[in-house]
């Protein structure tokens, strides 16, 4: 299960996933032989309680960690069958996550956290490309600005810019409005579905949000380790 995707393949696959992890009362299973399929351009919610593994199948879609059986294939690529390093260049080039709180370089300008994971990879034009990414964000004038002069909506707005830089084929968002009011958090998941729709890139959604989760293609709701499709 390694290898270039088909045109055909989807952009991930997640096959009968099991994660356990050991616990002084013993093992604790928290994902139960969950499948999933998503194709360029999904929008996927995966929505369920706290503590119903969302955070854990997250951690595996992106490679994090490593599923106890099964697999996360994500462009024909099995993420467990490939080294750190090439698992490292992997998720740099091809699959993007934004979290909940940001995780911003506090010393790093808007544009600086935007270009990095460019840089990182070598890309020549990573500054233009970061300007690029921030105009489309509505973020050009604050480019100079440290995270800290910057409201938590903008800093929302340049961590979806840094994610979609490097054009992933996969991003995935967890709870990407949490930590805004509804009015901030409501202009940057629309934000964030326009411009994943315009890139046809495919969107995993971690949220306990029913309004935020109507807004994808599909719905998934995760409970006792299991992921039942609404639709």
């Known amino acids: 299960m390694s290898g270039r995707e088909s045109s055909a393949d989807p952009v991930l696959r997640v096959d009968r996933v099991y994660k356990s992890f050991a616990t002084s009362a013993g093992t604790l299973e928290v994902l139960c032989g969950v ?19 969302k955070s854990t199948l997250l951690s595996l879609l992106a490679g994090l960690d490593a599923p106890t059986r099964g697999h996360v294939i994500v462009e024909g690529h099995d993420l467990e069958r490939l080294s750190e390093a090439e698992l490292a260049r992997f998720r740099a080039g091809r699959l993007s996550i934004v979290f909940q709180q940001f995780h911003l370089m506090s010393g790093f300008t808007a544009l600086e956290n935007v270009s990095l994971p460019l840089e990182l990879q070598g890309v020549a034009d990573a500054e ?34 840094r994610a979609l830089v490097v054009e992933p084929a996969l991003l995935l968002a967890d709870e990407p409005s949490g930590s805004l009011d509804a009015r901030t958090g409501g202009a940057v998941t629309e934000l964030l579905f326009d411009l994943v729709e315009t890139r046809s890139t495919t969107l995993i959604l971690v949220t306990h949000n029913d309004s935020l989760a109507s807004q994808c293609k599909h719905a998934h709701v995760l409970s006792d380790g299991r992921l039942v499709q609404q639709r």
């Open 128 to 161: 233009a490309r970061a300007r690029t990414a921030l105009e489309q964000v509505g973020l050009t004038d604050r480019s100079a600005h440290l995270p800290a002069r910057l409201s938590g909506g903008e800093c929302q707005r340049v961590a979806i810019a």
């Open 35 to 53: 499948d999933l399929v998503a194709q360029r351009g999904d929008t996927v919610a995966i929505v369920g309680e706290s503590g119903s593994g």
